[in-house]
């Protein structure tokens, strides 16, 4: 059984993808081929904002966000707990201050309540300003931006969604990626949506920040590449990976579907004996992963041994606290409170999700769980 089966969906699409790495070999265009402006026009509008501007990989998107906007030395830019390093590293990188928010217990991100409470903390007793909420779309569910948005009205602070696990999500009809003032994500191959190497991409409505954003991922360019403005950085997509990604994207939505039956279906069978993971009401998850938890750290590693021999590959996403990573150690406020995520750290455990999952190996995970 595969964690997340990458193998089983480019036998089932081989002819196709192959053939569209074909067309970019035959056209040696390996940098900005043409694939790279239709991916782009095509991921805007799955999207529904008017620009995207792709880039080399999910963290660059974050970084290239944070230096369109130019946030620095004397921001607090606030940033869940709970998620992948990414999220917070970029911050310190453009000279700014992370501050973390605890999250919410049944949704796995950032709680609103906490981020107006640290938001408040860091107004009352720092130097700082308030200046971006990262929102991260953990393990494919949207964050909250209903409240989240009158938060970030209130104090008048930018949005930013970090998409990289939320991509093909969607809170009624609008899709993960047009909630931020500007949105990232990642196609690092095991995202949602993946390629075959790393890469990334930022959306926007805004023609400026767009202007910007453009600049900064080459070089910060004038005129042209040869014309610099600003320091910018050296990030690009492949043509090789866009030409993958439109391919892919063909079949993306049915993915994302396939994946919602798995998780129905473990919901269904785990939920009375372990805390599964609660989608809000019109809220529709990617389902980046399927993230349960247990009472306590030793239960979990129980869990986790036999699942092991029985052939069963499971993931520990995350067992450190954003605010509990040595490269923080200068970021840590001693008053604020974290015990969400610390508990959940302590007891969370991903299990096999894709589209490929077959109800054998669905029967296998469920009954191994009963058993324990
Ligand atoms: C994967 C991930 C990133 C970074 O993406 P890369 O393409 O690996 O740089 C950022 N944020 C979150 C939440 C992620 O899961």
């Known amino acids: 059984m595969e964690f997340r089966d990458l193998k089983q969906q480019y036998q089932l699409h081989k002819v196709q993808i192959d053939a569209a790495i074909q067309s970019v070999l035959d056209n040696v265009e390996f940098i900005n081929g043409s694939q790279v402006e239709r991916l782009e026009e095509k991921l805007a509008e799955y999207v529904g904002v008017k620009h995207c501007i792709t880039c080399a990989n999910g963290t660059d998107a974050l970084q290239l966000a944070l230096m369109a906007w130019n946030i620095g030395k004397g921001d607090a830019v606030f940033v869940p707990d709970f998620t992948f390093f990414s999220s917070g590293e970029v911050v310190p990188l453009v000279g700014a201050t992370p501050v973390f928010v605890d999250i919410d217990k049944n949704t796995y991100n950032i709680s609103p309540q906490s981020l107006e409470n640290v938001i408040q903390y860091v107004i009352e007793k720092t130097d700082l300003t308030p200046k971006v909420i990262v929102a991260v779309d953990l393990f494919g569910q949207p964050a909250d931006y209903v409240q989240i948005r009158q938060i970030a009205d209130k104090y008048g602070v930018l949005i930013l969604e970090d998409g990289a696990q939320g991509f093909g999500g969607k809170i009624g009809g609008k899709k993960a990626c047009s909630f931020g003032d ?72 049915d993915e994302i579907e396939k994946c919602n039956w798995v998780a129905a279906e473990y919901t269904k069978f785990l939920a009375e004996i372990l805390k599964v993971p609660v989608i809000k009401a019109d809220f529709y998850s990617s389902w980046a992963q399927y993230t349960v938890c247990f009472r306590n750290d030793m239960e979990r590693g129980h869990a986790i041994n036999i699942l092991k021999e029985m052939g069963i590959p499971t993931a520990v996403y995350y067992r450190k606290p954003m605010h509990m990573q040595g490269a923080f150690n200068g970021y840590v406020f001693e008053e604020l409170d974290y015990s969400v995520t610390e508990k959940i750290c302590g007891s969370c455990l991903s299990l096999p999700m894709h589209p490929y999952l077959s109800v054998d190996d669905l029967k296998k995970v469920i009954d191994i769980f009963r058993k324990i």
Not at 187 to 202: E, I, N, Q, S, T
Not at 213 to 220: A, F, N, P, T
């Open 182 to 253: 500007i949105s990232t994500t990642s196609f690092f191959p095991a995202k949602p949506l993946g390629c075959y190497g790393d890469g990334g991409a930022v959306f926007t409505n805004n023609d400026e920040w767009a202007g910007l954003l453009r600049s900064y991922k080459v070089h910060g360019k004038g005129a042209d590449k040869y014309d610099n403005v600003r320091i910018g950085m050296n990030s690009r997509l492949d043509t090789l990976q866009a030409a993958v990604l439109l391919e892919k994207l063909k079949f993306f939505d």
